[in-house]
């Protein structure tokens, strides 16, 4: 039974990853296969199946609405003339692609991350990272790796306030837990910024003997970066709150990585304008009468109206409440619902910015339905890749519901996999939380799926509670790199469909290797706990 349960995870790495399927083929077999194996091994009925595929059906519709946003913000950047513009100003900053790298995907995508989450940061700085000069395979895997140590807390803390809801509300134990997540990615998080530069240069760079040095001589930098940003979270982990370490940690060293490139601290002295250049699209630096906060503007909109929608109470239950397409008790079934607050939606958000955006740039709205038209167009196929993704994702968790009274496909999973390693459960847990990830595509969900049996483990191998937990979060965010449906979405939007494979066989590495840090330190910290 155990292979059936883990058919989920193997089916979509077999078919994707090894035989290169495109997604929608590849999971379209992972989703039938499984479905079938819910109804025959795990005698699902007929009726949770069917409410199960409805349940993927509406839960698509938000991710595509996002995707639609992001879309729609880099068409009409593009059409405004703003990506250039911004570009340009990247480049006054500075022309080394590493040195953008950790500004783009990792500090202003942590920041995206600490404002919306749902997958948004990945959507929104590939295509920035593509009008750079990255490849479109480049930009996607690098903003997916980066989309990681940030997403441990999410949108302000969602993943310790909804995903451990289950195990605990309350909030000294929550930010206990959010303190240990600092404290452990104080050691393995700090190195994000330096795996990101190693995989621009020896993955993505060009094939030549510059390769180590390009690499080493920024090592100081990047561990600079990696540790301002570490310590920040950790110190506004134990003076402030979780909920605000994924907002004001990727703000405060993106203020200090401006600083130390205007007065190039720890910077090489020899500054490689385009070492790395993994595209054929040439940088102009021609001038545009268009100002740089007014190419920004549609950005810095989202993410005020991000930051606003999520901070303020009042403002947040109303749009929470009115305009809700959510659908509850789906086919009669308390445990299968789909969430979809419209207003509070950062698709809704990222809208409403493109067309502010458009009005402070072009002060003409005539381009907003032909370009709306055309992104529609452009995303029935990634539309069918998630469908199936999540029907195979909604049976998987739904698989609780059963006649053979057994435990959910994942829940079957963790307790044979505890049966066995709780001894050394501490560098398991970040594992099981990437798993969760992995098939779910969410930190939270992993974490509300997870986080009760991680605790008990925990408690059986008498390890600390707070710190498994912790483990488990970082793991699942570590998830966002490999989640299927995470990736399909991010190659719609750089126009990759058909590659998911590719990228998932490139962010695989970085993604176990993230976990094991994280497992090897937990392991050292009940040393000494």
């Known amino acids: 039974m155990i292979i059936v349960a883990l058919s989920a995870v193997i089916l979509p790495l077999i078919l994707l990853g090894v035989i290169n399927m495109p997604a929608t083929k590849g999971m379209s077999i992972s989703a039938l296969i499984v479905l079938i194996e819910g109804f025959l091994f795990w005698k699902m009925p007929a009726k949770v199946l069917l409410a199960s595929i409805f349940q993927s059906i509406h839960k698509a519709l938000p991710i595509l609405w996002i995707l639609f946003g992001a879309l729609m913000m880099l068409n009409v950047l593009q059409h405004t003339g703003a990506i250039d513009r911004i570009n340009s100003g990247f480049h006054t900053l500075s022309a080394d692609m590493r040195i953008q790298l950790?500004?783009?995907?990792?500090?202003?995508?942590?920041?995206?991350?600490?404002?919306?989450?749902?997958?948004?940061?990945?959507?929104?700085?590939?295509?920035?990272?593509?009008?750079?000069?990255?490849?479109?395979?480049?930009?996607?895997?690098?903003?997916?790796v980066a989309d990681s140590t940030p997403a441990s807390f999410g949108a302000v803390g969602t993943p310790l306030t909804v995903g451990l809801s289950n195990v605990s509300e309350k909030a000294d134990f929550l930010n206990a837990i959010g303190q240990r997540i600092?404290?452990?990615?104080?050691?393995?998080?700090?190195?994000?910024?330096?795996?990101?530069?190693?995989?621009?240069?020896?993955?993505?760079?060009?094939?030549?003997?510059?390769?180590?040095?390009?690499?080493?001589?920024?090592?100081?930098?990047?561990?600079?970066?990696?540790?301002?940003?570490?310590?920040?979270?950790?110190?506004?982990?134990?003076v402030v709150s979780y909920e605000f370490v994924s907002i004001l940690a990727p703000f405060g060293a993106i203020i200090l990585a401006i600083i130390t490139i205007k007065f190039k601290i720890l910077l090489p002295k020899t500054v490689f304008t385009n070492p790395w250049s993994t595209s054929k699209k040439v940088v102009t630096e021609e001038k545009?009468?268009?100002?740089?906060?007014?190419?920004?503007?549609?950005?810095?909109?989202?993410?005020?109206?991000?930051?606003?929608?999520?901070?303020?109470?009042?403002?947040?239950?109303?749009?929470?409440?009115?305009?809700?397409?959510?659908?509850?008790?789906?086919?009669?079934?308390?445990?299968?619902?789909?969430?979809?607050?419209?207003?509070?939606?950062?698709?809704?958000?990222?809208?409403?910015?493109?067309?502010?955006?458009?009005l402070i740039q072009v002060k003409s709205l005539k381009s907003f339905l032909p370009t709306a038209k055309k992104v529609v167009l452009s995303m029935k196929s990634t539309a069918l890749a998630l469908i199936v993704t999540l029907i195979m994702v909604q049976i998987f968790t739904n698989s609780e519901i059963n006649l053979a009274k057994l435990p959910s496909m994942p829940m079957y999973i963790a307790e044979i996999i505890s049966k066995y390693l709780s001894s050394i459960w501490i560098i398991i847990a970040p594992f099981l939380g990437q798993l969760g990830s992995f098939v779910t595509g969410s930190t939270t969900v992993s974490t509300l799926t997870f986080g009760q049996i991680q605790a008990d483990i925990a408690v059986n191998a008498n390890v600390s509670k707070e710190l498994v937990l912790a483990a488990q979060l970082i793991g699942a965010a570590a998830g966002n790199m490999i989640c299927v449906h995470n990736i399909v979405s991010v190659s719609s939007v750089v126009g990759l469909s058909g590659q998911e494979g590719n990228i998932l066989r490139k962010t695989v590495l970085p993604a176990l290797l993230y976990s094991l840090l994280v497992g090897i330190v937990g392991f050292d910290f009940t040393l000494f706990i």
């Open 102 to 144: 950790i500004l783009v995907a990792f500090l202003f995508g942590g920041l995206i991350e600490g404002v919306s989450g749902f997958g948004t940061p990945a959507m929104v700085t590939a295509p920035l990272m593509i009008a750079l000069g990255f490849s479109p395979m480049a930009a996607v895997t690098l903003a997916l």
């Open 182 to 238: 600092t404290q452990l990615d104080l050691l393995a998080g700090t190195f994000m910024p330096l795996i990101l530069v190693f995989m621009l240069v020896f993955v993505f760079g060009k094939n030549d003997e510059h390769k180590q040095k390009d690499f080493l001589s920024l090592i100081p930098w990047t561990i600079l970066i990696g540790l301002a940003y570490s310590l920040l979270a950790l110190l506004i982990s134990f």
């Open 288 to 358: 545009s009468s268009m100002s740089l906060l007014t190419a920004w503007s549609p950005y810095i909109v989202v993410i005020l109206m991000l930051l606003a929608t999520r901070t303020i109470q009042p403002l947040k239950e109303f749009l929470v409440k009115n305009v809700n397409l959510s659908w509850q008790n789906i086919l009669g079934y308390s445990q299968i619902n789909s969430d979809w607050e419209f207003l509070y939606s950062p698709g809704t958000l990222l809208t409403i910015s493109v067309i502010i955006g458009l």
